[in-house]
């Protein structure tokens, strides 16, 4: 149903940081660096069939984080989901909404780790076992 996901930054050159290591966790490579007819730098990560996109705002006014928004990246493992989580705080992300690990109880219960990038815009890593 998605073609491609994009959130603003106010910052191109610390979004590609952050996002190079966040995405290289999950084996996305070097993004498409872009720039646009009106001068804004844009950044396109691609990686099995989904693109993720991360641009400076084109009509010129601060990058804002969409409230109540949150983008999901699928994870192969556990452990793949832990990495994804401590690299985004490790390059200046911040851990919000609980530990990294199942969200219940329940056997086969979906695992979550929820995480802000550097401007603000709400990450989720999810590993579904089974």
Sequence with gaps: MLNHVMVGTNDIERAK?????????????????????????????????????????????????????TIGFKCKSAEQLQQFHDTAVAQGGTSIEGAPGP???KPGAAHMAYVRDPDGNKLCAVYRPG
């Design 103 to 105: 969200r219940d109880s």
């Design 17 to 69: 940081r952050f996002y190079d290591a966040v995405l290289g966790v999950l084996g996305a490579g070097e993004p498409v660096r872009n720039v646009n007819g009106t001068g804004q730098a844009r950044l396109f990560y691609r990686h099995e069939g989904s693109t993720f996109g991360v641009t400076q705002p084109i009509d010129g006014q601060p990058a804002t984080h969409a409230n109540g928004g």
